[in-house]
């Protein structure tokens, strides 16, 4: 997902943290409505609640809660299973026809029956609409869905996509009542009709409620009452107040760095406690290949040698973080270490400076690198006044940092303004698809003019094509080789997830795996 929708907390490492989790306990009730509400605080903003517009954290966390979709991805895993369906399959050899057959007795939270046409309604709409700030952008193999009865969906690809239902299992698939939404236009009541195991009650700028739906049938359990989710808009000092004096049970998603640090190494007694997951959010340098400056590989490849990953996480992030070596993270399959392989661990002046002089550059590199922390958050800038610094310290770069609004940054960023920028990812799915596709593919999202045949030729579609996702790992590691080489993006960091939560608040650890599906339902709290 979403260099559109990332707001990076905190930097995340792949891999189930469960065994680092102290206190926040693992006990689950198998029955709905146990425990009591739990009120969670958020620094992101949700910004849609109609799933043909929201493309970011806040929203799909009210997506992925709300709606139900064919599939999902239970907790702890990355291959996606049924929910409203009762079985999906691929009919033939190609990836092209998929099939998915519905349960038995699906309903609205409203009591509507959900049939087939809500599911060809669903996907039709939100390609229909197509609006900037959805899902439909994920879809470009989708030609037609059929229903030839009420319980069977048939969706027809134009090419093959092994990953179809990764991608249908996140929360562009969700389902939505036909009867209830406009085919041609999103909703703008701020309401929300589907199928999943909790109904939003109410949504305003503050806060959003959410009670359990007592006509769901998939396969979440859920452990509580209701869910109430704070808004704190960006604000992580009222975020950290809150969960210290126990206005909210669970800080999620904007707690800064040092606020985590400062909690782990608090003393006993304090009430509060960091529990850490996995995740595959990840941050990259971008460079623009038809600028004048970051457009010469020399200059690309001496950032490269001089980029002290390391100092960054310990500097900036204070360990909340991994560094980066490669475009795919940690944790998912298809992952190598291109980067280091390349340009290793350590900073080099020399290799840095014969990159520069072999591209004929004898003078200092001056060069501007552009943030926007309304996105991206507070320490986007820190980072990026770390890494200028690194640059201008071994005397080859004359570096600076400009950070500007999120609207202006996109803007710009599409209009080719700028040599060097941030960007940042949080998937849509976990597999390495969704970490190659939509960077290097046909009209991919980092609008930086890089364009490599063979990536778009032929290892991106061949990939694509392979049901047995363990078989693409030859060429994603030829992907991530060709993309360390030609240097259009340098990995910088891969995030490890964090939450902070009061006493007596459980099942947080399975709702921070590298699905990044938050799983109201797994939350209990004792109060």
Partial sequence: MKIRNQWPVLPIVAGLASGLLTGCGTESG??????????VGMSDDVLATDPASGYDPGSWLLFNNVFQSLLSFPKGATEPQPEAAESCAFTDTQTTVYKCTLKD?????????LTSEDVKFSFDRMLKINDPDGPAIMFPMLDKVETPDEKTVVFRLNTADATFPSKIASGAGSIVDHGQYDADGLRKDGKAIGSGPYQLDSFDDGQAVFSVNENYKGTAKVNNTGVTLKFFD??????????????????????????????EKADDGTGVEVVEGSSAEVQHLVFNMDDPVA?????????????????????VYQGTATPLYSIIPAGIAGHNTAFFDTYGARPSKAKAQAALRKEGITGKVKLTLWSTPSRYGPATDQELNAIAGQLNASGLFDADVKSVPFGRYEKDIA?????????????????????TAPFFGKGNVLSNNYDNGTITGSLIPRTAALTNRAATDKEFGELQDIVADELPVLPVWQAKQYAVVRDGVYGLEYCLDASTVFRFGQLRTDA
């Fill in 30 to 39: 198998d029955s709905a409505g146990d425990g009591s509400n739990v009120v």
């Fill in 105 to 113: 007795g699906l309903k609205f939270s409203n009591g509507d029956e």
């Fill in 234 to 263: 960006g604000d992580q000092t009222a975020l950290k107040q809150a969960i210290q004096n126990g206005d909210v049970d669970i800080a999620y998603r904007g707690l800064t760095a040092g606020d985590i640090a400062d909690t």
């Fill in 295 to 315: 457009g010469k590989l020399g200059v690309r490849k001496a950032i490269a040698h001089l980029l002290d990953r390391e100092a960054l996480i310990r500097n």
């Fill in 415 to 435: 209009a080719g303004k700028y040599g060097v920028y941030v960007k940042g990812w949080v998937p849509d799915y976990p597999d390495a698809d969704n970490f």
